[in-house]
């Protein structure tokens, strides 16, 4: 007889930070779902994270051979794929093809830009080439 799965709940503040400092100054991160995990937190094709920029705080420009997707849960931000500029507020998502060059940061000077995150597991590294997360 199986066991039964029972579905997974929580709150995405009451995860484990990871310290990405040597990545993003003045920023967290968590990983919500993705392989290597507790056997309940298991997404094996990809890896959702969320980043907490502090006020201020910059994702510095990087490019890699996977897809890369974003939500914004909270703030205002900016974000720049290619040599294109776009408000990345609370709500906006976005996607960036692979190997184009993007960033993008906390506009307020007092509030979190808080953003969820969605890469391949390959992707949970930082621009160094460190794995992150998974």
Same mark, same amino acid.
């Given at each position: 007889?199986?066991?039964?799965?029972?579905? &997974?709940? %929580?709150?995405?503040?009451?995860?484990?930070?990871?310290?990405?400092?040597? #990545?993003?100054? =003045? *920023?967290?991160?968590?990983?919500?779902?993705?392989?290597?995990?507790?056997?309940?937190?298991?997404?094996?094709?990809?890896?959702?994270?969320?980043?907490?920029?502090?006020?201020?705080?910059?994702?510095?420009?990087?490019?890699?051979?996977?897809?890369?997707?974003?939500?914004? &849960?909270? %703030?205002?931000?900016?974000?720049?794929?290619?040599?294109?500029?776009?408000? #990345?507020?609370? =709500? *906006?998502?976005?996607?960036?093809?692979?190997?184009?060059?993007?960033?993008?940061?906390?506009?307020?000077?007092?509030?979190?830009?808080?953003?969820?995150?969605?890469?391949?597991?390959?992707?949970?590294?930082?621009?160094?080439?460190?794995?992150?997360?998974?």
């Amino acid at each position: 007889m199986s066991e039964k799965k029972l579905p &997974l709940v %929580g709150k995405i503040n009451e995860l484990p930070v990871i310290d990405v400092s040597d #990545f993003i100054l =003045g *920023a967290d991160k968590r990983i919500v779902f993705g392989p290597d995990q507790e056997e309940s937190r298991i997404w094996p094709d990809y890896v959702m994270r969320t980043f907490t920029l502090r006020p201020g705080s910059v994702a510095p420009p990087n490019s890699h051979p996977w897809m890369h997707w974003a939500v914004c &849960l909270q %703030g205002e931000g900016r974000m720049k794929i290619d040599d294109i500029e776009y408000e #990345f507020n609370h =709500g *906006a998502y976005m996607h960036t093809p692979p190997n184009i060059e993007h960033t993008f940061w906390n506009t307020s000077k007092t509030e979190d830009f808080i953003v969820l995150c969605i890469v391949p597991p390959e992707g949970d590294v930082n621009p160094l080439g460190q794995v992150m997360g998974c």
